[in-house]
């Protein structure tokens, strides 16, 4: 599947890192707030909510956070209202990049966009001319341990997932976006515990990348991107040869 190659070994460890800065937790905040703007605070009644709450739980997001979160999301914390919008621009190397933004502010969002992709050998780009490389997906994942992966991909291909990637730290369900609750669902019935689950895009093909200086770049601009205040998701087309991984420091 177009998209778990080399460059999934920098994202988990990038995970890690990101999790140490507390960037977890700012992450599901934000998802979260999001989530309860569009679908209401009741998690029962908003399957979006929910799982976003589940994801918070998952990176043990203390529960003061998250009703913090789901009343800045529903206006109860006056003076604050919550936007999502996507951003869309080219780094070095030509590589794309789709960032999800949830920001109070979208006249700073935008500029601040500009100001990230000029100063690190990039451009920002109008909507959809990058977006068309990716393709919608839902993922779902699950620990290693939760099973074999003939148990996992024979559970998801009966509960109707598209695909299952599988190595030593996780299995990978990807399905249908709409059908993301529904299997997400039909999997918990079945006893297997779910880690995150949420909407990702996979780039339909990839840019290796062989040079390390040029390696550095694009990771340069995916940290600032990743980090900045009000990022959800950062999503890539890029891959890292075996070689130039094994020279990187992280």
Known sequence: MAGHNKWSKVKHIKARVDAIKGRAFSKCAHEIAIAART????????????????????????????????????????????????????????????????????????QDMRTIFSKNSGATATPGAVAYQFDRKGEIILRASAGSEESILEAAILAGADDVQSDEDEHTILTQPNL???????????????QSEKFTSL????????????????????????????????????????????????
């Open 39 to 110: 679908g209401g605070g009741d998690p029962m009644l908003n399957a979006r909510l929910r799982t976003a709450i589940d994801n918070a739980k998952a990176v043990s997001m203390p529960r003061e956070n998250i009703d913090r979160a789901i009343k800045k999301g529903t206006g109860e914390l006056s003076g604050v209202t919550i936007h999502e919008v996507t951003y869309e621009g080219y780094g070095p190397s030509g590589i794309a990049f789709l960032i999800e933004i949830a920001t109070d502010n979208l006249n700073r969002s935008a």
């Open 180 to 194: 993301l609750g529904n299997i997400a669902q039909e999997l918990r019935a079945q006893g297997l515990p779910i």
């Open 203 to 250: 780039p339909q093909t990839t840019v290796t990348i062989d040079d390390i200086d040029n390696a550095r770049q694009v990771l340069k601009l995916y940290d600032i991107l990743d980090t900045y205040d009000d990022t959800l998701n950062v999503f890539t087309n890029f891959a890292v040869s075996d070689a130039i991984l094994s020279e990187l420091d992280f």
